[in-house]
Every structure is written in C-alpha cells, then in structure tokens.
Nanobody, 123 residues
Framework: VQLQASGGGLVQPGGSLRLSCAVS????????FGWFRQAPGKGREFVAV????????YYPDSVKGRFTVSRDNAANMVYLLMDSLRPEDTAVYYC?????????????????WGQGTLVTVSS
C-alpha cells in the first residue's frame, strides 16, 4: 500500500488549500484514513480522521470548523480541505491509512503513511 500526499504550498492567512492523498496497491473501501501534521521543532499532531464504516469524521478543536476531510472510494483518493488558514497551521501534512475502523487519533494506530506535503501559511 502506497500513499502519495500532494497539494501543499504557500498560502496567505485566511486562504484555502486542498490536500490530496492518492492511494495505490489496495482498494480503500475498508480503510480508515487520518491526516496529521508536524510543524518545525514539534511533534506530530492529529488533524482529521474519516472512517470507512459509517464515514464518520472527527477533528481536534484546533482545526474544527476550518478543515474538512473527505474520501472518494471509487477514485482511491482522500482529501483535506483547509479553509481560514492561520500561520500556526504551517507544517508538513501527512496522510495515513489504518486497516481498522473507529475514530483513530494516535499515529501508532495507523499502518501506512505518505511522504508528507508542506503547507506554509504566511503573508
């Protein structure tokens, strides 16, 4: 299973970006997907999860109402739409896949990881 994250870049505060995670090597229907980020000098932080059982989503308070995770099982793609971006959202963003259901918010619950895409929020 390979995950390829893309869509990062430089955006001004208040702007939007949509990250994509292309999955190959498997059909994603029975995987839970998460998005994490790691800012310079900090640990990895959970930002979103979408389950496969009932397509439930969950976000931490830091991004709730601004970020939206979605999935397209037919296309084997997962997305993270980020609105109202702030400088503190600057980080490398990673998508991850787990072969189990549930609201998974810990990075060690995931089996596969993409390589990360850099998001920089700055004026």
């Amino acid at each position: 299973v390979q995950l390829q994250a893309s869509g990062g870049g430089l955006v001004q505060p208040g702007g939007s970006l949509r990250l994509s995670c292309a999955v190959s090597g498997t059909i994603i229907n029975t995987y839970t997907f998460g998005w994490f980020r790691q800012a310079p000098g900090k640990g990895r932080e959970f930002v979103a999860v979408i389950t496969w059982t009932d397509i439930t989503t969950y976000y931490p308070d830091s991004v709730k109402g601004r970020f939206t995770v979605s999935r397209d099982n037919a296309a084997n793609m997962v997305y993270l739409l980020m609105d109202s971006l702030r400088p503190e959202d600057t980080a490398v963003y990673y998508c991850a896949a787990a072969q189990k259901g549930g609201i998974l918010i810990l990075d060690d619950e995931y089996d596969y990881w993409g390589q990360g895409t850099l998001v920089t929020v700055s004026s």
